[in-house]
């Protein structure tokens, strides 16, 4: 009985993905989409500034109007800033230079034969949760979850003989959509907190958010993620992508043989060298990563340039194995296996040139602060003060919808904060909770927006084994976990206002009065 | 009797030209060698400040000093800027921004068409010397030679039945070897013309160095270089690579069918379209591209954003075409042409990341600008002041020399102006005739330095020819052409000087003392 009405409702909600994705896919190619997509910022930035569409800006107090792209100046500077905005947008270094190390791994073995062997060790069930968990705990080191997690999920899936876009989704929706929860303190959490201390000083001059104010939350939300996030790889996508079909070849499962176990002992050693340098430079307060002005680990030449060590543990332990298990014989191997990448690339730099266009036209438009700044006084005008719970979910409501135009954490909180903090505190609630709200829907829709910056990428991995996938495909798989992640999430910081547990050290719910 | 001499000067010659590929082609793979020429840069720099190098800049008048990047500071300085140097490689954006136009063009079958139309209408003697003017007409258009030119040069050498490096050759040497001759004036023009006057103002206050200071000079250039790069390619280069036995397919020369006039002349309006656009922007007043700050040509938006242009005029005539030939049927078959251009430039990629990091090392060093000052400070105590001719001809070698190193003619320009300029001036010549002497040297050296920021690219589209083309490959095929222009064009200027002719409009020789 519970099994037939589990049922029905699945299968018209999955009737309605399936919908989504057609009419995603109906839509040209994703490229083409970018480039009409610019072109309709441009139109909509004559119509909203011929409007005469304007707002005050909440911490400058300056007013900002709907920047008109469709005049000679507009041309101009679409124009000019054609090659800048495509090498400005920060996935393209990011990307290419990770892959360009991680490229070696891959190209060696060393990638495939770590997968068999995880395959082979650890229990197919704990899968699942794992690359949900591992993606969660990737933004501590800032966007590398994109780049290396995601299509080694995808690897990791397809080498066990599930398919290959449910591993990618799982490890999607742990990067991006639990983009806010996490165990550690990273950048961002001082990012934000800093937005927040200015904006709670306009009511209380002496105010401070705390880097750690949402830690506790955060912490929980890493496991709520994690169920969550497994639960609907498990009963909602993996039925709805059944079983693979495509045409890439599996990693085959059989042991590891002599020369592979050879090469992996050597990039085993080179790993534990490379991480004990880095440690003895990182750990002793004058080791040679810290930065001196500054010797937290978060400054150090280690996070700062993140990237450069994720190529070089992609290179090294990739040269180590290659040479180990002979694979790997010269130097044009290894530069044919960064050539071999960078050729799986192309399709993403093309995407990245449009996409990085049509980004750049809307942040010149300034639409994206606007519709921020009135959709934040509407809910100021909804008369809600009475209900701060219902208030409260309206801005998870509100700022998942913002996200999907302004997905910059920080850029939208610089616009949200001086709105909504002093608004709350006025309340009584404190701007640690108002915090932790606003992430709440800071992440959950980041896997289901164009507009994110990795969104192309994604889609490039997802091409290598489906490549008639579109935005439609992608967005389809991702929005059952943007719809539970909010459900979830949202009813976790109910039930946390209701039960009155702190945010974080030092952060209650309620301001003293 | 006169030719066999000559004979066996050419075959010592060309024993010398193997012996340099050989050695050239034993070094490891380019990428592999901008990473030890980067490592190289770094102990050099070590070395260099221990011993204490130091110059004073001409311009500023400050003491420059070699930065130690083998210390903590430089090792940080490296780990975060790897991206930063990446994306900042100027070549790259432009030859990815660039070729997402062109792909359709050359995905489109318009790009093949119109070489089969030139080759059908052009007598075979003539497409030497119509690639290497090409070559030299394409200086206007800043580096877009290096993109679009150099390898439609190997593709027309190919499709003729010709050795398709040797149009490669004569294309790179119109462009790179003959830098500095032109018809058209273009921005190099205004920029070295505005560090000349600079200078020249030491001597003489209030001086004006125009755009056109070597206008005739120039125009002069191009017939030469034309004359001599023809003989170089039909005498030397020919002769030594023999027929092509790759496995490159030559575009067939069939005439062209129905179908692909009509692409032709669809295509041809769309471009003529195109250009009537761009006119009524530069040339009418107020047009919409024109700088109302500077509103000239050259200050234009057409000129200073040519890239956006170049792939404009790639996606609309290959559309064009596409649609009329009927090559092109959705957005599908455009943007996948996108990819698979992209796709070719992918070893590119992975030696710009190398060359990238190699060059930003290098100007971090200040070990460039040290060499310069101080070679310039040598010639300057030659105690050559009684012969100017000589000291001319110094000049243009000293240059050549630089030019190996400092590959950017305003950077060289700014270090080497502020000494030559005002020494010869005392002397009675004119700061154009330096200018122009200058010139000849920053030219002929440009084709044989692999750190020519595009020396990376020209070797990717040899590559496609003859896959086991390296770095000696390249240095020995265009050797004989810096070799020709840097006897002639020094030969031109000293038979300048002799006749007294002025170097352009309104611009003597000597200057009243």
Request: aromatic content about 10%.
């Amino acid at each position: 009985m519970s099994n037939v009405t589990a049922a029905a409702p699945a299968s018209a909600f999955q009737r309605f993905l399936t919908l989504v994705e057609r009419a995603g896919n109906a839509l040209p190619h994703p490229a083409t989409l970018f480039v009409a997509l610019a072109a309709i910022v441009v139109l909509a930035s004559g119509v909203f500034s011929a409007l005469g569409i304007a707002v005050i800006h909440p911490t400058s107090g300056q007013t900002v109007g709907a920047v008109n792209l469709m005049t000679a100046a507009g041309v101009q500077r679409m124009i000019n800033e054609l090659v800048r905005n495509f090498l400005a947008y920060p996935p393209l270094g990011i990307s290419l230079a990770c892959l360009m190390g991680i490229g070696i791994a891959e190209h060696s073995g060393l990638i495939g034969a770590c997968l068999r062997l995880v395959v082979l060790a650890s229990p197919a069930k704990l899968i699942t949760p794992m690359v949900v968990f591992a993606g969660v705990m990737s933004n501590a080191g800032s966007e590398v979850g994109y780049v290396l997690l995601t299509p080694l999920a995808a690897a990791l899936f397809h080498a066990l003989g599930r398919h290959p876009l449910l591993g990618l989704a799982a490890a999607f929706a742990g990067v991006s959509g639990g983009y806010s929860a996490n165990l550690l303190v990273g950048s961002v959490d001082a990012l934000l907190a800093g937005l927040s201390t200015a904006a709670a000083q306009i009511v209380d001059p002496t105010y401070s958010v705390a880097t750690y104010a949402n830690y506790y939350f955060m912490a929980a939300s890493t496991v709520l993620v994690t169920v969550v996030g497994t639960f609907v790889t498990e009963k909602i996508a993996a039925p709805r992508l059944g079983e693979y079909r495509g045409n890439t070849p599996r990693e085959e499962l059989r042991p590891i043989g002599a020369a592979e176990k050879r090469g992996l002992w050597a990039a085993a050693a080179t790993i534990l060298i490379l991480t004990a340098i880095v440690l003895w430079g990182v750990l002793p307060s004058d080791g040679f990563l810290v930065n001196p002005k500054s010797p937290h680990f978060k400054d150090s030449a280690f996070m700062v340039g993140l990237v450069t060590f994720i190529f070089l543990y992609g290179l090294l332990p990739g040269i180590a194995y290659g040479v180990g298990a002979g694979t790997i014989k010269n130097d044009h191997d290894v530069m044919g296996g960064m050539t071999a990448t960078m050729k799986s690339m192309a399709s993403f730099i093309v995407l990245a040139f449009f996409a990085a266009q049509f980004i750049a036209y809307f942040n010149w438009t300034n639409l994206g602060i606007i519709t921020a700044v009135s959709g934040a006084e509407l809910i100021q005008r909804l008369g809600l003060q009475e209900m701060p719970v219902l208030l409260m979910i309206a801005l998870v409501l509100f700022a998942g919808v913002v996200n999907i135009l302004i997905s910059s954490a920080s850029a939208k909180w610089a616009l949200l904060a001086p709105v909504f903090i002093p608004m709350f505190m006025l309340l009584g609630y404190s701007p640690e909770l108002v915090q932790g709200a606003f992430r709440v829907g800071d992440s959950v829709t980041n896997i289901i927006t164009p507009l994110m910056s990795y969104f192309p990428l994604i889609l490039t991995f997802i091409n290598k084994y489906d490549p008639k996938a579109g935005i439609g495909t992608l967005i389809a798989t991702m929005l059952p976990y943007s719809i539970a992640f909010t459900i979830a999430w949202t009813l976790l910081l109910v039930a946390w206002i209701t039960l009155g547990i702190p945010m974080g050290p030092d952060a209650p719910l309620f301001l003293a009065r | 009797m006169s030719s066999s001499p000559a004979a066996v000067n050419r075959s010592f010659f060309q024993r010398f030209l193997t012996v340099i590929e050989r050695i050239g082609n034993t070094l490891p793979n380019p990428s592999t060698l901008f990473a030890l020429l980067a490592g190289l840069i770094v102990l050099l720099s070590w070395v260099f400040s221990k011993m204490g190098v130091t110059a004073i800049h001409p311009v500023t008048q400050q003491e420059i000093v070699v930065v130690n990047l083998f210390n903590l500071e430089g090792l940080h300085r490296m780990i975060v800027s790897v991206v930063p140097n990446f994306v900042g490689f100027p070549p790259l954006g432009t030859v990815l921004a660039c070729l997402v136009g062109i792909a359709v063009a050359e995905r489109s079958g318009l790009i093949t068409a119109a070489l089969r139309l030139i080759v059908l209408a052009a007598p075979p003697r003539w497409l030497a010397p119509l690639v290497i003017f090409g070559g030299i007409l394409s200086h206007s258009g800043a580096d877009v030679g290096y993109v679009l030119f150099i390898p439609l040069g190997a593709a027309m050498f190919h499709a003729a039945g010709r050795h398709p490096l040797a149009g490669l050759a004569a294309a790179f040497a119109g462009v790179s070897g003959g830098f500095s001759a032109n018809i058209v004036l273009g921005t190099i023009d205004v920029l070295l013309a505005g560090i000349t006057q600079a200078a020249a103002e030491v001597v003489e206050p209030g001086v004006v160095i125009h755009a056109t200071a070597n206008w005739y000079f120039l125009i002069g250039a191009s017939v030469l270089v034309t004359a001599v790069g023809t003989w170089v390619t039909e005498k030397i280069i020919e002769p030594r690579l023999g027929s092509y036995t790759g496995a490159a397919e030559p575009e067939e020369i069939k005439p062209l069918d129905a179908l692909e006039k009509r692409g032709l002349w669809t295509s041809a309006l769309a471009t003529l379209g195109l250009t009537a656009l761009i006119l009524w922007g530069t040339l009418t007043e107020n047009g919409f591209l024109l700088d109302p700050k500077n509103p000239t040509l050259l200050g234009s938006y057409f000129i200073r954003g040519l890239i956006f242009f170049i792939f404009l005029y790639g996606l609309v005539a290959g559309l064009a075409y596409g649609l009329g030939a009927r090559t092109l049927r959705n957005d599908n078959d455009v943007i996948r042409g996108m990819d698979s251009s992209i796709a070719t430039m992918a070893s590119y990629i992975v030696m710009a990341f190398f060359a990238a990091q190699f060059l930003a090392y290098f100007n971090w060093t200040n070990l460039g600008t040290i060499l310069a000052v101080k070679g310039a400070g040598l010639i300057q105590s030659m105690n050559l002041q009684d012969q100017p001719v000589v000291l001319m001809v110094t000049l243009v070698f000293f240059t050549a020399a630089v030019n190996l190193v400092i590959g950017s003619a305003s950077a060289k320009w700014t270090l080497l102006a502020p000494i030559f300029v005002p020494m010869f001036m005392l002397l009675g010549y004119t700061p154009e005739l330096v200018q122009a002497s200058y010139r000849v040297g920053d030219s002929c050296t440009n084709i044989i330095t692999p750190l020519m920021p595009y020396f990376p690219l020209i070797l990717t589209f040899a590559v496609r020819y003859v896959p086991k083309a390296g770095i000696g490959t390249l240095i020995a095929l265009m050797m004989p052409y810096s070799i020709a222009f840097m006897i002639s064009w020094t030969l031109m200027l000293i038979g300048w000087i002799l006749l007294g002719l002025p170097v352009g409009p309104g611009a003597g020789l000597i200057r009243p003392l």
